[in-house]
T-cell receptor
Framework: DGGITQSPKYLFRKEGQNVTLSCEQNLNHDAMYWYRQDPGQGLRLIYYSQIVNDFQKGDIAEGYSVSREKKESFPLTVTSAQKNPTAFYLC??????????????FGEGSWLTVV | AQKITQTQPGMFVQEKEAVTLDCTYDTSDPSYGLFWYKQPSSGEMIFLIYQGSYDQQNATEGRYSLNFQKARKSANLVISASQLGDSAMYFCAMSLTDSWGKLQFGAGTQVVVTP
């Protein structure tokens, strides 16, 4: 079954701790993205990567870090520098081919709560 | 910068009736893609339909159709023959072709389908 897998689904973090959210895709997509969603709002882009070993900041990158060592994996670390990390985090991927307007697919998301 | 506006925060629709969800966008870039996603209470973001800015015909996917009026910069979603399972949050989103995957989302419309 092809798709995007995010883990864990629910995560609790103590203040001051770093936490890493996993995102794995077996769609052979070049591009991967991380979005954050706050209650009652749309999504905002945190980081994106269009190719292995390369990534760029999105609109709200402060307090987050990513790596892209493998095509299928794009983990997101929420650092202690992120002031308000409690949110729903969604990972997405696409082929990255802009000519054909390929669909952007999402994983099932991870709920992060700071306690 | 591009902007997506969804003016309907919520709406009720009776089962088997059609419903139109409004979406307007603002961009000066001529090349872009428009998306609609469904987000049920479980959180996952489900792709529904896509329209490219150069597409001549309105997109359709089963019970979903996109009423694309380029001059008005609107991309309304029409759901025909509503079902109880259509109850969810619906998001309109846009990506510029030269930065594919960097989606800009609207605030969403909550749809409740009643028997």
């Amino acid at each position: 079954d092809g798709g995007i897998t995010q883990s864990p689904k629910y995560l609790f973090r103590k203040e001051g701790q770093n936490v890493t959210l996993s995102c794995e895709q077996n769609l052979n997509h070049d591009a991967m993205y991380w979005y954050r969603q706050d209650p009652g709002q749309g999504l905002r882009l945190i980081y994106y990567s269009q190719i292995v070993n390369d990534f760029q900041k999105g609109d709200i990158a402060e307090g987050y870090s990513v790596s892209r060592e493998k095509k299928e994996s794009f983990p997101l670390t929420v650092t202690s520098a992120q002031k308000n990390p409690t949110a729903f985090y969604l990972c997405a991927s696409s082929t990255g081919d802009t000519v054909s307007g390929n669909t952007i697919y999402f994983g099932e998301g991870s709920w992060l709560t700071v306690v | 910068a591009q902007k997506i506006t969804q003016t309907q925060p919520g709406m009720f629709v009776q089962e088997k009736e059609a419903v139109t969800l409004d979406c307007t966008y603002d961009t000066s870039d001529p090349s872009y893609g428009l998306f609609w996603y469904k987000q049920p209470s479980s959180g996952e973001m489900i792709f529904l339909i896509y329209q490219g800015s150069y597409d001549q015909q309105n997109a359709t996917e089963g019970r979903y159709s996109l009423n694309f009026q380029k001059a008005r910069k609107s991309a309304n979603l029409v759901i025909s023959a509503s079902q109880l399972g259509d109850s969810a949050m619906y998001f309109c989103a846009m990506s510029l072709t030269d930065s594919w995957g960097k989606l800009q989302f609207g605030a969403g419309t909550q749809v409740v389908v009643t028997p």
